[in-house]
């Protein structure tokens, strides 16, 4: 369990964000994670320590994305590629995440992860190339190699820390920092990486603007979640990574430099797209939080598995992440984070609450009380910067705290926040069978259909038009011809 020694920090724990393909993984467990690890039995072929690394992956993750005709058509793809590399004698082995957010990454050992949240936003099978071919990339220059290289390096500095200066906590702050510094591949790694990339899908047969039309799309998305969480600020650990890169602007400029020197200079590739194949095998695929690991529906986040439910209070954006359901308003004023963690049977809620794990807790502000049955705790903590309203909620074998930050907690705020955590509660499950999961549907355009309309039908918590555009790749402007098939998502 974290233990937050100074109250400033708190608030980029509580909602990080994460926008960008090739991040990297800080799995320290600050709580229970609010999702299930999926088996990884077919890849016996890994050595012990290579197939915990795998389970660690894909656990944070929440599990892996099953789906045969999808993996078929990936698995595809990664043999073409594999053949055009600049190593045909390496191996991959591709892992399909059951998550949401857009992501993928590379092991040294060429184990491949790709998020079906970055399979959504892809439209074709040049842009999927792109992303694989890419990661292969990462492997053949020994990028992740090296990466690992200094995280071991980083390990060791955090033990004599630690042992040597005989300071724990400096010690697990080092370690903390060097992981967020070394979570990434650096600018010019990811550069190297896009040129790689780019050749060996254009050798591959690929339409080699791939690369470009995909960096487009995931900038518009990442601008897109950046509003909705406009709280998310400079100072958080996630755009300190995106500051560390090349803005999406100059690697798509890149990326259309390196096409061009694959299309003789054309302005469009002649390789392959297909479209329609790559849509077939996305068809179906669940789209945003599965049910089963939790969902968000507006402001409601909703556990069927876990069997609770919540509700933000108004003017709240949600996300779901494999350790906790993170909140904030458009003002970035007001933050919320719901996790689990695991607290001794025999220590009251109202003594976990002053033990210390955020420092600035006003005593005289905890009391124990109920929600809707369940045995809670609440009390307020202030810091030079921030003010936060907590709950302290068992339910099971755990305790979830729902943790309210605001830049002035008002009255009225406070109120809010109580009347928010009042709607923690069971769901039945007769309430909890009838959920489903959002899914990513490729229709076809009728004679009368265009963008408003198609949006129309998008079930999306807000800005139907704006995702239906990036989800397609589309401007503005676009006009749907008859017989187009697009992606809208719906049940």
């Known amino acids: 369990m974290v233990r937050w020694t100074i109250l400033a920090r708190a608030l980029p724990l509580l909602f990080p964000l994460w926008l960008s393909a090739c991040t990297g993984l800080d799995l ?8 299930s690890p999926a088996s990884a039995s077919e890849y016996a072929d890994m050595s012990p320590n290579q197939r915990r690394e795998h389970e660690r992956l894909v656990a944070s993750y929440g599990g892996a994305y099953n789906d045969p005709e999808l993996k078929a058509l990936i698995q595809q793809v990664v043999e073409r590629l594999v053949a055009a590399s600049e190593r045909p004698d390496l191996k991959y082995r591709v892992t399909v995440l059951n998550s949401p957010a857009i992501n993928a990454f590379a092991l040294p050992d060429g ?8 399979l959504s936003l892809a439209n074709d099978t040049s842009e999927l190339s792109s992303v694989l071919a890419h990661e292969m990339a990462h492997v053949i220059a020994r990028h992740a190699t090296i ?3 200094q995280v071991k390096q980083a390990v060791l500095v955090s033990r004599v820390i630690s042992d040597v200066v005989n300071d724990p906590d400096l010690g697990a702050l080092a370690m903390q920092k060097s992981r967020r510094t070394l979570a990434s591949f650096s600018r010019g790694q990811e550069l190297e990486a896009d040129a790689i990339g780019v050749g060996i899908a254009a050798r591959a047969g690929f339409d080699p603007y791939g690369a470009s039309r995909f960096l487009t799309d995931m900038g518009r998305f990442g601008d897109l979640k950046s509003a909705a969480f406009s709280s998310s600020s400079s100072t958080t650990p996630d755009m300190d990574f995106l500051s560390s890169h090349p803005a999406t602007p100059e690697r798509i400029s890149i ?13 469009q590739g002649d390789g392959e797209r297909d479209r329609n194949a790559y849509f077939s095998a996305i068809d179906g695929m669940v789209y945003g939080d599965d049910p089963k690991e939790g969902f968000v529906r507006g402001r409601r986040f909703f556990h069927p598995k876990l069997g609770f439910t919540f509700t933000a209070p108004e003017g709240f954006s949600l996300e779901n992440t494999s350790q906790a359901v993170l909140g904030a308003t458009q003002t970035g004023r007001e933050a919320l984070r719901l996790d689990a963690v695991r ?8 003594q976990y609450l002053s033990s210390g794990w955020v420092e600035g807790v006003e005593i005289n502000t905890v009391e124990s009380l109920t929600v809707n049955g369940f045995t809670a705790s609440t009390a307020i903590a202030r810091g030079d910067q921030w003010s936060f309203r907590m709950f302290a909620i068992r339910f099971g074998s755990d305790v979830y705290r729902l943790i309210f930050a605001a830049r002035e907690l008002t009255p009225e705020l406070d109120k809010q926040f109580r009347t928010a955590a009042d709607t923690f509660r069971r769901v039945s499950s007769g309430e909890a069978e009838t959920v489903k999961p959002l899914r990513v549907r490729v229709v076809t355009a009728g004679l009368g259909d265009n963008v408003e309309k198609m949006a129309a039908r998008m079930q999306v918590p807000d800005r139907p038009m704006e995702r239906f555009l990036i989800l397609n790749g589309l401007d503005a402007a676009a006009k749907l011809k008859y017989g187009e098939k697009v992606k809208i998502i719906s049940e």
């Open 28 to 35: 320290d467990q600050a709580s229970v994670p609010l999702t």
């Open 111 to 118: 184990s491949l992860y790709v998020t079906r949240g970055l």
């Open 343 to 350: 607290v001794a049977p025999d220590q009251s809620l109202a």
């Open 255 to 267: 990326a259309i430099a390196n096409a061009r020197q694959y299309a003789n200079g054309a302005p």
């Open 147 to 149: 990466r690992e290289d």
